[in-house]
């Protein structure tokens, strides 16, 4: 089945460490995303592509980086600079940077801090 | 783990009934709009969406409405089931680069 496999599904983090989260598509999908989701709100936007070896900041940027090497993957590494990692962190795609198409999404990778 | 519903607004309707559920955005200028679905523990889900140039867009037993006077989106559920019950999220798009912009969500709960 084509779709966004995120992975592990539960992280733990202790302190001054970097974890990385894996964000996998084969959906072909140009654009990746990804959203940190805290309870009681909102998706806010943390880095995105929209192609290919090219990535911007979102929103909440800091203490977060990112890489796209390859169409199909898009991993975000949580660092030891971002002091509150504790939330559910969420990847996204789409066909291309386009207006008109939806973000679809996968299951998300809760972090916690041991 | 924790849920996402947590400390949101929450919608209560009995099964069988229709559901409205509404959000305001912020941006005039938005072109594009989604409602997601969002169970605990899970990604979103698309439902619908619905372009600037439209004012309503209809799916299974869901309907979108737009207003762009007064900047309102609203999803419209019919005959609500005890499925339906997740936190509901609309998103707008803004600007270049096709960035979403996300509401804070609505919980929808079914009572049987």
């Known amino acids: 089945d084509g779709g966004i496999t995120q992975s592990p599904k539960y992280l733990f983090r202790k302190e001054g460490q970097n974890v990385t989260l894996s964000c996998e598509q084969n959906?072909?999908?140009?654009?990746m995303y990804w959203y940190r989701q805290d309870p009681g709100q909102g998706l806010r936007l943390i880095y995105y592509?929209?192609?290919?070896?090219?990535?911007q900041k979102g929103d909440i940027a800091e203490g977060y980086s990112v890489s796209r090497e390859k169409k199909e993957s898009f991993p975000l590494t949580v660092t030891s600079a971002q002091k509150n990692p504790t939330a559910f962190y969420l990847c996204?795609?789409?066909?291309?940077?386009?207006?008109?198409?939806?973000?679809?999404f996968g299951d998300g990778t809760r972090l916690s801090i041991l | 783990g924790e849920s996402v519903g947590l400390h949101l607004p929450t919608l209560s309707v009995q099964e069988g009934d229709n559901s409205i559920i509404n959000c305001a955005y912020s941006?005039?200028?938005?072109?594009?709009f989604i409602w997601y679905k969002q169970e605990s523990g899970k990604g979103p889900q698309f439902i619908i969406d619905?372009?600037?140039?439209?004012d309503k867009r209809q799916g299974q037993r869901v309907t979108v409405l737009l207003n762009k006077t007064v900047k309102h989106l609203s999803l419209q559920i019919a005959a609500t089931q005890p499925g339906d019950s997740a936190v509901y999220f609309c998103?707008?798009?803004?600007?270049?680069?096709?960035?979403?912009?996300f509401g804070k969500g609505i919980t929808l709960s079914v009572r049987p």
């Open positions: 941006n005039s200028a938005s072109d594009y």
């Open positions: 998103a707008e798009n803004t600007g270049a680069n096709s960035k979403l912009t």
């Open positions: 619905i372009r600037s140039n439209m």
């Open positions: 592509s929209q192609i290919v070896n090219d990535f």
């Open positions: 959906l072909n999908h140009d654009a």
């Open positions: 996204a795609s789409k066909t291309s940077r386009k207006s008109g198409q939806p973000q679809h």
